[in-house]
Structure formats: structure tokens, C-alpha cells
């Protein structure tokens, strides 16, 4: 009894022990790295993947899985600033925005209400994408002429009461995201549907919509991330967002959400993410290439899971 | 529903079902008439040649993939690890020399698989999990080893086992040939392949029945591994260089060829048949529209609607084979 008490104390706050231990032994080589500007810094390099993450934490709580927001980030940000300068800021956004419901509804309609594998439907939308948005600009990079003038760039380049507004955004929309999952019926639905689907239809929970909803929201924080990027680069390439799928889920994987789903929260998305940034960050810091993070990444995330299902289960089969 | 017609059209009947079962082989007659029609090069010796080859090497991973498939896991580690095995064996040579080069990136690719087989099968965390660590991190082991720069052969006579061809058919195309067919065979034939099946199909039931679950899915992780290696191998003598960013979202396509094939990523249902018709598939389409001079976004967005509308066909038909 006592062991398992212990056991599931540290599966709780295992991580967090892990990671401060981690920001100590930085901070010993560097003393850079845990400076209010670094630790800002880190936070604003995180806020895009945060964004998106804490939108498909959704997805994976009700079992499912996106890998299709890399692509949609991309599509997003290439229409957000073609749009820009075509028809203005304010409706670039409201466009964008509009057009990453309707992304994610189709994802939501193919996955919640078709009942079709979540991995291969989103996988090909990963690539239909990818070919829309390569239609769309006709292959060609866009950017913003008047970076320096347009109000635009208030999302990306611009401070508020001297932190980031990306970072304000990224922990203010993770602030209400938490809420929606812990304080709503939708949140309980979420949960319900990912614990178990059966039971909750059963009880009159329509797993249908709650997963339909869920990827509505993956893609709008995926919108909301696409503004954070287009006003950041004031510019997009036809490849901006590739690869954003598995940082994403790689976050929310380290925060301790189960892919099976039915437990995780935002927060722990959130600090998932974080501890990316502040691997990348600190092995900069300390010297090493770019590239080594991929690496302690793929260490950290089998360590960081292994402990976490060691505490939840007692026994593993297979 | 078709079952109450009479004894006469019974055989049509299991011809038409086979067909449904087997609807992959639709979609590549379908795709090929269509090529065929709409190009005269399509179906010329010189390029049929050529969709072998270019659909061999996701063929080549596609087959490790299967096994996995079956057994109820995914592999997402497979480009990095093609990507490893083709660094070392071109970066190796001059040190080692060519053959051991060429058997340190197979074993690379082996020993990476068992790990993620060993931490899979022992932690109890979905492969899924472990094999995007996997293609994380490998992914850097490539670049720390190539120092983000593409490695070449010194001496280009390898690049010449990538010329050798049995009529029309590469090398690296009867790789994948024969490796399908000899899994195929493992699959079928032999105590590991059938337990596969089993374990795929339902694990608690094959736990309870004895089966070694762990051993099973070491092996067929080990197997993927090593098969992406030998992709790897391959696409090394082909290239004659080793890019660290070579393979990559190859996981992708092979995924996609797999379970075009017709392989439940549920576990406990596919064939390497199914997998060859899945890879040629996607690979007569790549080759069609790229004939056809159509813009690279063509093929991107067909092969996402290919997929869907495969996925729909499948829900279609399993739910028919349900109600019976």
C-alpha cells in the first residue's frame, strides 16, 4: 500500500522533479538560462507548437489522434497572409479562422460521425493539405510588404506590459482551454468519451459530436497558431508548419496525456511543451548543436512515459 | 445480402467477393487502365521498369510495416532509421570497407528495431509513442553522425550494384518481391506468423493461450527494423550519397501504401498480397500523374483522397462481412 502511495505520488509530481532537476543542471553551466529574457524567450518559441498543442490535447483525451495540424498550419498561415494583403488584416483573421473550423469540422465529421481510423484520416489530410496549399500559392512564398507599418504585427513582434504577446496569448488561450476541459459539461463529455466510449454513449453522451467538437478546437488553436506564426515571419513558405504534427504530439505525450485517452489536462500539455523548449534552449546554451535535442528528446520521452504507466498500472500485459 | 441468390451464380458470387475483399487490385486495374489511356508511355517497358523500382523502396519498409500491422503496433520510425542505415554505410566504407559498411547500417537498422520491440513489448506503452520518440531521435543520431552534411561515395563502383537488372526488374525491385513473398510465406506458414495473427486479432486470448507475446513482437519490430535498413541499403547504392534528411515522412507513405493495401491498423488482418498491391498502387499513381506533366499538388491531394475513400470502402465492406 505504502509503495503504491509513493509510486503514485511520483507519477504525479515525478515529472515535475525531473524538470526542475533538469532547469538546475542548466543553470549551472549557464547563467543566461534562467534569466527572466531566456526564459521569455524560451516561452515565445514555444507559444506556436503550445498553441496547436493545447488544442489537440482535446483530440487525444477523447482517444483520438491529429497529425494532420502540421499540414493545416501551413494552409493557414500561407491563406492568413496572402489574405493579408489582398483584403486587410481584420478579415485575413476572420478568414483564417472560419477556414480552420472548417477544417477541423471535416476532420471531426470523417473521425466523430463516420467513425473512420483518426490516424489514416488524418494522415491523409496531412497530405491533401499540403497539395491544397501548394494550389493555393501556386508554389510561390508569400509575405507581408508593409511588415514594418501594419497593426498586424501585433500578435508576433509585439510586447505587453513587457512579456510577449504570443506568450500572453499562448497561456491565456491554454488558461481558457483548461477551464472548457475541467469546468464544462463539453470537458467531463471529453473525458467521458475517452475513458470510455461505449459507456458514454450509453449514457447519453454522444461520443459522435464530442469528438467532432475536438477537432474543431484542435484546429482553431491551430488558426490561432497560424496568426502567431504569419505575424511572426510576416512571411510563408509552402513548408512552415511541416513537421509541427510531431512536436505537437511529442509535447503533449511528455506532459503524461495518455494516447489512449480519457486522462490529461492542459497543463500538463503545457509543461510537456515547455520542457521541449527549455531541452532545446538549454543544449544551445550549453553548445551543442541544434540536433542533440532530438536525441535527449527521444530519451526523455520513453523515460518520462515508462515512469508514468509504471504508476498507473500494476501490471502490464504485453 | 448477396447470399440468397441461387447455387448457379455462386461462383461469380466468390469471384465479385474476393474482388470486394481484395479491392486494392481494383484501384490499381482501375488506376492503370486510366494511365494507360491517358499517356502512350505508361505502358512501356522502360517505365514499368522504372515503378518497380521507385515503388520498391516504401515497398521494402511497407513490408516490415505489415508485419507490425499485424501484430496490432505501428512503426513510425522506419525514414529515420532507412536514413541512419544509408549514412553508415556509405560514411563506413572508407574506414571499414564496403561489405562490412553495408552490414553495419543492416545491423543498425536490426538492433534499433529489437529496441523499439524490447521497450514496446516490456514498457506497455503503445508503439506509437515509442517509435515518434524513435523517429525523433534517430533522426538526430543521423545528423550527429553526418554533421548536417551529405555524405558521398568515394568509390563509385557501389553505385553500380543498383544497375544490376533481371530483364526489366532492378534489383531493388526484386528485393521487394522476394522479401513480400517470403514473409508472405513466414505469415502463413510458420508457428511465428500465425501467432502474429493471433495476437493481432486478440491479445488477451492469445496471452491466455499461451502465446509469447513480447518474443512476437520483438521480432516482427526487429524484422521492420531491418528491413528499413535494407531499404536503406538499397537507396545507397541507387544514390550513391547519404542525406541526413534522406527518408524522411517516408513512415508516411509507407503507412499509406499499407493500409491502402487493405491491412487493419487494428491488428490481426492483412497479407503481404495486400501490401504489394497497396505499394504498386500508390506507386502507379505517383509515376501516372507525374507523366501526365500534372503539378506536384495533384498528386498530394489525390493520394489524401485516395486514402479517405479507401478507408470509407473498407467501413463499407467490414460492416457487410459483420452482418453476416
Known amino acids: 500500500m505504502k509503495s503504491t502511495n509513493l509510486i503514485s505520488g511520483l507519477k504525479k509530481s515525478g515529472l515535475l522533479v525531473a524538470f526542475v532537476v533538469f532547469l538546475g543542471a542548466v543553470s549551472l553551466t549557464s547563467d543566461a538560462f534562467l534569466s527572466v529574457g531566456n526564459i521569455l524567450d524560451v516561452l515565445r518559441q514555444v507559444s506556436i507548437t503550445g498553441m496547436i498543442a493545447i488544442g489537440t490535447t482535446f483530440v487525444v483525451i477523447t482517444g483520438r489522434l491529429d497529425l494532420s495540424v502540421g499540414s493545416m498550419l501551413t494552409l493557414l498561415t500561407v491563406l492568413l497572409v496572402d489574405q493579408h494583403n489582398q483584403v486587410g488584416p481584420l478579415l485575413a483573421i476572420v478568414l483564417t479562422l472560419a477556414a480552420a473550423i472548417a477544417l477541423g469540422a471535416f476532420n471531426g465529421l470523417l473521425v466523430g460521425y463516420l467513425k473512420l481510423n483518426a490516424l489514416i484520416v488524418t494522415l491523409a489530410m496531412l497530405s491533401f493539405l499540403q497539395g491544397l496549399t501548394l494550389l493555393?500559392?501556386?508554389?510561390?512564398?508569400?509575405?507581408?510588404?508593409?511588415?514594418?507599418?501594419?497593426?498586424?504585427?501585433?500578435?508576433?513582434?509585439?510586447?505587453?506590459?513587457?512579456?510577449?504577446?504570443?506568450?500572453?496569448?499562448?497561456?491565456?488561450?491554454?488558461?481558457i482551454a483548461a477551464f472548457v476541459l475541467t469546468r464544462t459539461v463539453f470537458g467531463r463529455q471529453v473525458y467521458a468519451v475517452g475513458g470510455n466510449e461505449t459507456a458514454s454513449n450509453f449514457s447519453g453522451v454522444s461520443s459522435a459530436r464530442t469528438v467532432f467538437w475536438a477537432y474543431i478546437l484542435s484546429a482553431l488553436a491551430t488558426g490561432f497558431a497560424a496568426i502567431i506564426l504569419g505575424s511572426r515571419v510576416m512571411g510563408a513558405q509552402n513548408t512552415i508548419g511541416q513537421g509541427y504534427e510531431l512536436t505537437?504530439?511529442?509535447?503533449?505525450?511528455?506532459?503524461?496525456?495518455?494516447?489512449?485517452?480519457?486522462?490529461?489536462?492542459?497543463?500538463?500539455?503545457?509543461?510537456?511543451i515547455a520542457m521541449l523548449g527549455f531541452i532545446q534552449n538549454g543544449l544551445l546554451l550549453m553548445g551543442f548543436p541544434y540536433y542533440v535535442q532530438w536525441l535527449v528528446t527521444w530519451v526523455v520521452i520513453i523515460i518520462a512515459v515508462w515512469i508514468d504507466l509504471a504508476g498507473k498500472r500494476g501490471r502490464v500485459l504485453a | 445480402m448477396t447470399m440468397n441468390t441461387g447455387a448457379q451464380s455462386r461462383h461469380t458470387n466468390g469471384a465479385v467477393t474476393w474482388l470486394f475483399r481484395n479491392h486494392i487490385w481494383l484501384f490499381l486495374g482501375l488506376a492503370i487502365a486510366i494511365f494507360s489511356l491517358a499517356s502512350p508511355y505508361f505502358l512501356t517497358v522502360n517505365n514499368i521498369s522504372n515503378v518497380l523500382t521507385q515503388g520498391a523502396f516504401i515497398g521494402i519498409l511497407a513490408v516490415g510495416m505489415t508485419l507490425v500491422m499485424i501484430d496490432g503496433e505501428i512503426d513510425l520510425s522506419v525514414g529515420a532509421i532507412l536514413a541512419l542505415s544509408t549514412a553508415l554505410a556509405i560514411g563506413l566504407q572508407e574506414q571499414i570497407g564496403v561489405w562490412p559498411a553495408v552490414l553495419a547500417g543492416l545491423l543498425s537498422g536490426a538492433a534499433l528495431g529489437f529496441f523499439n520491440g524490447v521497450i514496446t513489448a516490456f514498457s506497455g506503452m503503445h508503439s506509437f509513442i515509442v517509435t515518434l520518440g524513435a523517429l525523433i531521435g534517430i533522426r538526430g543520431l543521423v545528423f550527429i553522425y553526418t554533421g548536417e552534411d551529405a555524405l558521398m561515395v568515394q568509390d563509385f563502383s557501389y553505385t553500380e550494384y543498383a544497375e544490376i537488372y533481371l530483364g526489366p526488374v532492378s534489383v531493388t525491385a526484386l528485393t521487394f518481391f522476394v522479401l513480400a513473398l517470403f514473409f508472405q510465406w513466414v505469415l502463413t506458414s510458420t508457428r511465428h506468423g500465425r501467432e502474429t495473427f493471433a495476437i493481432g486479432d486478440n491479445i488477451e486470448a492469445a496471452h491466455d493461450a499461451g502465446i509469447n507475446i513480447k518474443r512476437h513482437k520483438i521480432i516482427n519490430f526487429s524484422i521492420c527494423g531491418t528491413m528499413a535498413a535494407v531499404a536503406g541499403i538499397l537507396l545507397s547504392m541507387r544514390l550513391g550519397t547519404a542525406e541526413p534528411n534522406a527518408g524522411k515522412i517516408w513512415e508516411l507513405w509507407t503507412i499509406i501504401a499499407v493500409v491502402l493495401g487493405g491491412t487493419r491498423l487494428t491488428g490481426g488482418f492483412g497479407s503481404m498480397w495486400k501490401t504489394i498491391g497497396g505499394v504498386m498502387t500508390l506507386a502507379v499513381l505517383r509515376n501516372g500523374l507525374r507523366l501526365l506533366n500534372t503539378p506536384n499538388y495533384v498528386e498530394l491531394m489525390v493520394m489524401g483522397a485516395v486514402l479517405i475513400l479507401a478507408l470509407l470502402l473498407d467501413r463499407v465492406l467490414s460492416s457487410q462481412t459483420e452482418a453476416r
Open chain 1, 136 to 175: 493555393y500559392s501556386g508554389g510561390s512564398n508569400v509575405n507581408i510588404p508593409n511588415a514594418q507599418t501594419t497593426w498586424f504585427r501585433f500578435f508576433g513582434r509585439s510586447d505587453m506590459f513587457g512579456i510577449p504577446v504570443p506568450v500572453l496569448l499562448f497561456l491565456g488561450v491554454g488558461a
Open chain 1, 248 to 272: 505537437v504530439l511529442a509535447g503533449i505525450i511528455l506532459g503524461g496525456t495518455s494516447m489512449l485517452g480519457g486522462s490529461g489536462s492542459v497543463w500538463r500539455t503545457v509543461l510537456g
